[in-house]
């Protein structure tokens, strides 16, 4: 589950994480306004959505009074941020910032541990800095052994002076730093991310955005997660909450190739072979066991939505699912989706795989390609993907 910026701090806040003065959350103009008078002085509205990118989207502004607070919350409330519409915003206390870092904390599932990344250079896009300077962004994998009674003190000085956090604001980040690690853990967290992180201009350090994912499948540890729960802010995206209500396991990735599969493994392994091929997956998609024409019309109409994908890689082996009735629910599928433009590149294997096959071939499809291989499926959805673009 993943948690609005107003609700990561208010977790932050009760674990002991500093974070500005509390704001106000508002759903209507008049009610920013009134939050912009009350809080007083220079406030900054921020759109409440599930996704990142907010400031270039126009989903961040400073006021500098209750009526510019009117008048920039006009422009957010209602915002469209990449198919998030803003129906919440956050009126905050505008910090004064003096220097900005960034800070997370999150599981490292290939070491069966932790990973603490940390960098001087905060306030901006993480990745881009890892990509274009990557000696700036510190990532450091701790074991469960390591922090059995939490993250010590030395050890996370240690992680902030290889981050070559300024010395003046490192103590002070320290102590964040080993309390956000104990809020991550206390509450399940699958990722407790602060960015910026800031130092103000009196030397305190805080928090002054939260992005928080909570793991669902420890929620019975956690009567509270219901609290997260609210109105407007229920789909963590559009096409997942879907998914959700038809019980698809869906999960929206980054690319321009669609990915179905049968099989959790497999389809995690489609995810590798598109990308040793140069591409990147749009989804992640398990039609489960049996890829009936009901389960591949509804899974293929998920990924079909998704404006980013550009083709589709259906990556089916039979095994107690048999090939021909994969094959016919392909058909179905595409009957009933009608027109659309992207390629489905179709790898068919396993039991009956053969027939499948002969099936696909006889409907003669305009959109659909069969490859024979796991490898030259991948290959071809990911050069489709490309020349679509």
Not at 151 to 169: F, K, M, S, V
Not at 180 to 205: Q, S, W
Not at 343 to 369: F, H, M, S, W
């Amino acid at each position: 589950m993943d948690l609005v910026e107003y609700q990561g701090k208010q977790l932050f806040r009760r674990n002991g994480v500093p974070v500005p003065a509390e704001g106000r959350v508002c759903r209507t103009i008049d009610e920013v306004e009134t939050a912009a008078r009350e809080l007083g002085g220079t406030v900054v509205v921020k759109a409440q959505v599930k996704t990142g990118g907010r400031g270039k989207a126009g989903g961040v502004k400073l006021a500098n009074d209750a009526d510019e607070a009117r008048s920039v919350s006009e422009d957010i409330l209602g915002l469209d941020i990449k198919g998030h519409t803003v129906n919440v915003v956050y009126v905050e206390p505008a910090s004064d910032i003096a220097e900005e870092y960034y800070l997370s904390v999150m599981h490292d599932r290939v070491n069966k541990g932790y990973l603490v990344i940390c960098s001087a250079k905060g306030g901006v896009d993480i990745e881009e800095v890892n990509r274009t300077d990557p000696d700036a962004v510190v990532k450091v994998s701790l074991t469960p052994n390591d922090t059995t009674d939490g993250l010590q003190r030395d050890r996370a000085l240690d992680i902030l002076t290889q981050a070559a956090i300024p010395e003046d604001g490192r103590e002070a980040a320290a102590d964040l730093l080993v309390t956000l690690f104990d809020a991550f853990r206390a509450e399940d967290a699958t990722l407790c991310e602060v960015n910026p992180l800031i130092k103000t201009p009196d030397g305190r350090v805080i928090a002054l955005d939260a992005k928080v994912s909570l793991d669902n499948n420890a929620a019975f540890r956690h009567g509270d997660y219901d609290e997260w729960k609210v109105a407007g802010l229920e789909a963590d995206d559009p096409l997942e909450a879907e998914a959700k209500e038809k019980d698809i396991q869906y999960v929206k990735l980054d690319g321009q190739v669609g990915v179905l599969g049968n099989g959790a493994g497999l389809v995690m392994a489609t995810l590798d072979v598109v990308a040793q091929h140069g591409g990147q997956a749009a989804n992640f998609l398990d039609v489960g066991g049996g890829a009936s024409a009901d389960a591949m019309a509804a899974s293929l109409g998920l990924v079909l939505k998704d404006p980013s994908v550009k083709s589709v890689f259906v990556n089916i082996f039979g095994g107690i699912t048999r090939g021909e009735e994969v094959a016919n629910g392909i058909v179905e599928a595409t009957r009933r989706l009608g027109d659309f433009p992207q390629k489905l590149v179709i790898r068919l294997d396993g039991t009956n795989a053969e027939q499948g096959r002969r099936i696909l071939e006889e409907a003669d499809l305009p959109n659909v390609i069969s490859a024979p291989t796991m490898d030259e499926a991948a290959e071809l959805a990911v050069a489709l993907a490309k020349e679509a673009s």
